[in-house]
């Protein structure tokens, strides 16, 4: 069973920082990897969407990149603010159905 | 617009009396399907349908049941919900396509307490 971890599970930068989420999957047979933010007691935006035979996809400030034979995918979120915070979550769709399979997120806080 | 539409938002019930969330989307996708989020565990499937009339169980089914009997409609139903499937519910759609290889879009959840 695909078997999705992110680290880290919380994370606090002053705002104006770079930063890198990881995300780790166990199997490397996917379809594609999803990025999404999860702000508190709310539903899920998709941020950014990795086909397999994809090396990296970008929105405005933020840039996911996969490496599908390592097993790992990182969300690059530049010049942070307050407003980024939130929860990340990375879900990895497996050649195996089509379920997503989550991670548990990383918690994000952006200090002003 | 292009949505998920969860209903309620947020309900607090008693145990045993049979619930139903309702989740419609306008995408004309065949596949969808249900998640729970819990603290710790992450968000887990319990159900999925690759179309009208077909479904399947997911990771966590016990307790659930859901129905497609139209292509955008596909109620979670709790027929005798218990305090432990207290959680925020997601609902989620996509298209099917050859090769899985289609974004998947999520509703604004459904906070459920039983108590």
């Known amino acids: 069973k695909q078997e999705v971890t992110q680290i880290p599970a919380a994370l606090s930068v002053p705002e104006g920082e770079n930063l890198v989420l990881n995300c780790s999957f166990t199997d490397s047979a996917i379809y594609n990897l999803q990025w999404f933010r999860q702000d508190p007691g709310k539903g899920l935006t998709s941020l950014l969407l990795?086909?397999?035979?994809?090396r990296e996809q970008t929105s405005g400030r933020l840039n996911a990149s996969l490496d599908k034979s390592s097993g790992r995918s990182t969300l690059y979120i530049a010049a942070s603010q307050p407003g980024d915070s939130a929860t990340y979550l990375c879900?990895?769709?497996?050649?195996?159905?089509?379920?997503?399979?989550f991670g548990k997120g990383t918690s994000l806080l952006v200090t002003p | 617009e292009a949505q998920v539409t969860q209903n309620p938002r947020y309900l607090i019930t008693v145990t045993g009396k049979k619930l139903t969330v309702t989740c419609s989307q306008n995408m004309n996708h065949e596949y969808m399907s249900w998640y729970r989020q819990d603290p710790g565990l992450g968000l887990r499937q319990i159900y999925y349908?690759?179309?009208?009339?077909?479904?399947d169980k997911g990771d966590v089914p016990e307790g659930y049941k859901v129905s497609r009997k139209e292509k955008r409609n596909f109620p979670l139903i709790l027929e005798s919900p218990s305090p432990n499937q207290t959680s925020l519910y997601f609902c989620?759609?996509?298209?099917?396509?050859?090769?899985?290889?289609?974004?998947?879009?999520f509703g604004q959840g459904t906070r459920l307490t039983v108590v």
């Open positions: 990795i086909q397999s035979s994809q």
């Open positions: 989620a759609s996509r298209p099917y396509r050859t090769g899985g290889d289609t974004e998947a879009f």
């Open positions: 349908s690759m179309n009208v009339e077909v479904t």
């Open positions: 879900a990895v769709n497996s050649n195996s159905g089509y379920a997503l399979n």
